[in-house]
């Protein structure tokens, strides 16, 4: 991922033609890149250390027990 953004980030602005908005369209590809990895960024470290797990109440975890163990 950090291989696509970079190449989104950092390439793909300067093959941009001349022309009178190739400065907003770099900045947009720019923005485009830091925003998606960022938002990767984020997914990968809420998946790697979750904030909260799941909550079971006692009757709930009884059953689930009963089921796994037949």
Do not use: D, H
Request: hydrophobic share 55%.
């Amino acid at each position: 991922m950090s291989i696509i953004c970079g190449v989104i980030g950092l390439v793909i602005p300067f093959l941009v033609p001349k022309g009178p908005n190739r400065g907003i369209i770099q900045v947009m590809l720019v923005t485009t890149a830091v925003c998606f990895y960022v938002f990767w960024f984020c997914c990968i470290l809420a998946q790697m250390n979750p904030l909260f797990g799941p909550e079971l109440n006692k009757e709930a975890m009884y059953i689930v027990a009963q089921q796994w163990n037949s």
